[in-house]
């Protein structure tokens, strides 16, 4: 409930205008002078309500000792002298006695409404300007210091860096900020994702084409010369494009320097998978010389959910950023929102979180986000949270497969992806290589 101060000396017109403000649904505290008024704590209000003409201080004085708090002033008479002087004193609007209950009501309706914005506008302005390490890279817990800090001491350096972590978390992002803040950064920065391209034309992609007798020509190795590789999803290269991905490393693999200089390949590799690859490397789908070769620096990211308060960043930083993108003037989220947002598991952690924001500001017909519009499924995270159930020791892998058996039928393709924080193409290529593809209406039985 929004809080009004009214400081007026005449007591009919303080009770008067109290009780109006009250039947509107304001709670009010009244004062007969400044010095009164000044016995209250003065921040906790949203507007103040002042007479000018009081016994001893005049009502402009609360103006500045109120400040931020916005004070409306009340001229007895519509003198406006004493009004262009409260204005000129910072007061942010004034009326003139005697007014009528709706130019009353309608006047503190709209600057409550406009403070609001602009305190918010405030906040988020702040939240959006202040410098993090990375650019446009949010975070201020403990793991993404440690983060930020591994980014300065190895992006100078050519060591390959392996990034781990779930999908959505930003991986892309720090290989990015790694090849800025390297002396790469005016090279190319080329990215190769390993599980978008059929296993078949892996190679072509990498190396080029080459007819026989031609020379190797094309392949994304040459693109990225001088500059850096990002290979992304590497978990998902097939045993043949590993052996000749570790010749590379290794600067043996004579067609890679053909195509690239004379002296070897000079490409800094950086790569990056949401897989748990120690496992691959134990189920020997992944080559342990290869593994050893890409970790020369590991950084693994956290999930969303255990970044604490930069969720709630996060969530600010995106919500102005669509706005604006969008088009749409600053709109504020709930304090329900926002628990709803603390609250959730976020599978697809920060893409999903970005997502499910630009669909609130979309869908979004007042000035604030409810956890209506985020239409975060909560079932999900009772799901994950509850440790008896099962779903507990899920991988990532287990888990996209079970959410995409339980919903396939009452949910769409492109509202499966939002859920799980992908794109349609990753939903449809995570169908086809954990074998579910979506079945053809009709073909059901
Ligand atoms: N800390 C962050 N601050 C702001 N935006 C972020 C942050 N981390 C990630 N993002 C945004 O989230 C989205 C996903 O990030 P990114 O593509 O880097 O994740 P990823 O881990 O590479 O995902 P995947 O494993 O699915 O390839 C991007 O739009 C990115 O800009």
Redesign the pocket.
Known sequence: MNQILIIEDEEVIRRAVKRLLERNGYQITEAGSVEEAQSSPLASFDLIISDVRLPSAPGTQIIEAAAPVPVLIMTSYASIRSAVDAMKLGAIDYIAKPFDHDELLIVVERIIKQDRQLRQQEFLKSEVDKS?P?R????DCPA?IDVFKRIDKVAPTDATVL?L????????????ALHEKSQRSQSPFIVF?CAAVPENQVEIELFGHQNEGETRRGGLLAKAHGGTLFM??VGELSMAAQARLLRVLQGDDYSAQQETSNSGPNIRIIA???RDIRKLVQQQTFRSDLYFRLRVVEMT?PPLRERGS?IKS?AK??LTKYCRQLNRPSLSLSRSALEAIRRYHWPG???E??NTIERAVILCEGDHITPQLLAIDHHITTKRMDSNNPADNLSLEEYFRHFVLDNQDHMTETELAKQLG?SRK?LWERRQRFGIPREKKGKKS
Do not use: P, Q, W
């Open positions: 993090y990375v446009g890279m949010i975070g993404m990034i972590g779930e999908s959505g978390t930003g991986k892309e992002l720090v290989a990015r994702n992304d999803e990056a998978t949401h990211l930069d996060l930083f995106l952690n920060i893409r979180l970005a992908i990753a």
